[in-house]
């Protein structure tokens, strides 16, 4: 729908423009905090990655070698107690709500005797048990990773819409108001122009008439 071209929607006008900018610069400066924060955590999953990948192929290099020893193992695994001391909090980055695994750090304590087990199972116990804490540690990350993605594709979204469609679409709003309204001063100053020239010659004429009068 046309805007009337009024001062008051001219004025309305540049307001709106002053804080579809300001959001804009908002949205741009939050786009790059929230990427730099997201750069910091792809580079340490892959790091936590590559430690994952290391225990794991030694979690099971010492498995195989109590399996070997000892016999299928499974039996000695169902001593290992559920681990139920995770927990989720949350912390916000720039209006991003981050979830954070929170766990309860207990010493490492042997779930099985050692009558019928050797260090070959004690190693790999202690090896998947790090891990489980280097998998929790880099789900947290990931799922930071998701969550910021997401919000550095809807911030950009939203900067790409004000900086594309919204500014230019005021800019000529007020482009169009501006150009009517000089249009209007300048056809009022021709008038005033015209009204003053014929005020002025009705002015002289008059005079002219009295002068011819007293004479």
């Given at each position: 729908?046309?805007?009337?071209p ?11 423009r ?19 924060e997201?750069?910091g ?14 225990v ?11 399996n ?17 001391t ?10 991003v ?51 910021l993605a ?49 005020n ?7 005079a002219?008439?009295m ?5």
């Open positions: 729908m046309a805007v009337l009024t001062k008051g929607n001219l004025l309305a006008a540049k307001r709106s002053e804080l579809a900018l300001t959001g804009f610069e908002l949205m741009d400066r939050k786009r790059n905090i929230l990427i730099r997201i750069m955590l792809i580079d340490e999953a892959a790091e936590i990655q590559s430690q994952i990948d290391q794991f192929s030694e979690a099971y290099a010492a498995l195989q070698l109590a070997i020893s000892l016999g299928k193992c499974d039996k000695i695994a169902e001593a290992v107690r559920i681990d139920d995770l927990s989720l909090r949350h912390r916000s980055v720039m209006g709500d981050i979830a954070s695994v929170a766990y309860e750090e207990e010493p490492l304590r042997l779930a099985y005797g050692f009558v019928d087990t050797n260090s070959a199972l004690d190693d790999a116990y202690i090896k998947f048990n790090r891990a489980k804490q280097l998998i929790r540690r880099l789900a947290e990350v990931e799922n930071a990773i998701y969550r997401y919000s550095i594709r809807k911030t950009q979204k939203r900067a790409n819409a004000l900086s594309n469609i919204v500014i230019p679409g005021l800019n000529e709003t007020i482009k169009g108001i501006t150009d009517v309204l000089e249009e209007k001063e300048r056809e009022e100053f021709v008038r005033l122009k015209v009204i003053k020239a014929q002025q010659r009705k002015e002289q004429k008059a002219e008439t002068k011819s009068k007293n004479e």
